[in-house]
């Protein structure tokens, strides 16, 4: 198929096939009859055509890093097609996930005919071992390239100010964009003078427009958008401090990016955080729910830019062995070679 457009990501490496389909969830329209039925047949569609290029590709491993709906198609495929199937748990699939709801199922189905089961969290692995009896997941975080970053970075020429703060990220429920906002208001009244930038789009970026402007604040909070991956780095690389108030997180690329660039991180302790980010020494953690602690935080990163950048320069040497990009893939590699060798 065409290669699908990728604007806001660097390009991939010429050896890389890509297989571009559309896959929608039908059971999200179950209200709507006439949609789902509709949508059923673009899945079904979508579903043959995807076996068709399986088949004649003769896969030998599917590597999924994201449990959806699609893991169904895949364990159905499994057993058609014979190949071996890897399952990466990244942090929402397991947070919406219970037993008996049908987030569930679809963890329940991973966990029993996946080959080889993987998290990017200690916290993940944790997680679906207290969930769903008898996981065994191996913990495989997420890694980066510090040198690549960089490069990345100077090519990418945001149009925002320096030395300022900034959020990344999907604008989502779980993100908590506005409860970010609330609390920066906070800060503005008790004399914060830095702007907050917000990197990103989503399903919530009306609400966020909305508080933005019952504050009156627009002159100090600036919804930006979504844009490339070398201007989300750019942007990284030249603020204060990068900000984060999810209710949940696997580990976020984007803390990973910004401790790799030199950039301290604030965020709440959640999911796997606490693994990366060191209290105090490359940022600052708060538990999720403490608008008090995270105000402080910020106005403690904001006031004093030489602290700021002391735990920024501590950001590289935390994350160089464990999150280093090579190290990750080497591991993936392995992990690969010993679920096929193991079907021989």
Not at 182 to 189: A, G, K, S, V, Y
Request: charged share 20%; glycine share 6%; with cysteine.
């Amino acid at each position: 198929r065409s290669v699908p457009e990728r604007k806001h990501l660097e390009p991939l490496h010429p050896a890389v096939r890509i297989y571009q389909n559309t896959f929608v969830n039908p059971f999200d329209y179950l209200r709507r009859p006439l949609v789902f039925v509709s949508r059923l047949f673009q899945y079904l569609t979508a579903a043959v055509q995807l076996g068709f290029y399986l088949r004649k590709n003769r896969i030998d491993l599917i590597h999924l890093h994201y449990v959806s709906f699609d893991v169904v198609l895949l364990v159905i495929y499994k057993w058609l097609l014979r190949y071996k199937l890897a399952i990466t748990f990244t942090g929402s699939d397991v947070h919406l996930a219970k037993p008996n709801n049908l987030a569930g199922l679809k963890v329940r189905l991973a966990l029993r005919y996946a080959d080889c089961v993987t998290a990017v969290s200690q916290d993940l692995c944790h997680k679906l071992a207290a969930r769903f009896g008898g996981a065994n997941p191996v913990c495989v975080p997420n890694g980066v390239e510090p040198d690549k970053l960089r490069q990345l970075a100077a090519e990418g020429a945001l149009p925002i100010d320096d030395d300022h703060l900034i959020f990344c990220g999907r604008l989502t429920a779980v993100k908590r964009v506005p409860f970010l906002i609330e609390t920066f208001f906070l800060c503005l009244q008790r004399g914060c003078t830095h702007k907050l930038y917000i990197i990103g789009d989503g399903e919530v970026a009306t609400r966020i427009n909305e508080l933005i402007a019952c504050y009156g604040i627009a002159d100090s909070v600036i919804l930006v958008g979504a844009v490339s991956h070398s201007q989300v780095l750019d942007a990284i690389s030249r603020s204060r401090c990068l900000l984060l108030s999810s209710s949940n997180e696997g580990l976020p690329m984007v803390v990973l990016e910004s401790l790799a660039l030199g950039r301290p991180v604030i965020a709440s302790n959640t999911g796997g955080l606490s693994e990366v980010l060191v209290h105090g020494k490359n940022g600052y953690l708060y538990p999720a729910d403490r608008q008090d602690q995270l105000s402080d935080a910020i106005m403690t990163v904001t006031t004093n830019k030489d602290l700021a950048r002391d735990l920024g320069l501590n950001g590289p040497a935390s994350i160089r062995e464990e999150y280093c990009l090579d190290s990750v893939v080497g591991r993936y590699c392995q992990i690969y070679e010993e679920t096929i060798r193991a079907a021989a």
